[in-house]
Nanobody, 123 residues
Framework: QVQLVESGGGLVQAGGSLRLSCAASGRVSSYAMGWFRQAPGKEREFVAAISSSGGATSYTDSVKGRFTISRDNAKNTMYLQMNSLKPEDTADYYC?????????????????WGQGTQITVSS
């Protein structure tokens, strides 16, 4: 069983940066992992994903060039570096792990989920 715990959320001004971490209790080195977010009243949406090896990544268009996903399999931890934050990035951010090595953007492909961490970007 895999448990995921996010950290690093908070309040930041527009243009600022935050780094999210997702620590896994089990071995996730063979699993693709991803970040999703959910704003109030909206569905959970894909943000970024990374393959099990870290060699492949994918981003939703709205964060390309601003966010960077990475992972350290030795530490069972995934990261999301977020720069140039915008008020529209405000949401609860969730990390997830899929029992496959390749990237998925569909949240239904992910079996394990963290509890989420809130990010608020003020204008």
């Amino acid at each position: 069983q895999v448990q995921l715990v996010e950290s690093g959320g908070g309040l930041v001004q527009a243009g600022g940066s935050l780094r999210l971490s997702c620590a896994a209790s089990g071995r996730v080195s063979s699993y693709a992992m991803g970040w999703f977010r959910q704003a109030p009243g909206k569905e959970r949406e894909f943000v970024a994903a990374i393959s099990s090896s870290g060699g492949a990544t994918s981003y939703t268009d709205s964060v390309k060039g601003r966010f960077t996903i990475s992972r350290d399999n030795a530490k069972n931890t995934m990261y999301l570096q977020m720069n140039s934050l915008k008020p529209e990035d405000t949401a609860d951010y969730y990390c997830a792990a899929a029992e496959y090595g390749i990237i998925f953007t569909d949240r239904h492909r992910y079996r394990y989920w963290g509890q989420g961490t809130q990010i608020t970007v003020s204008s």
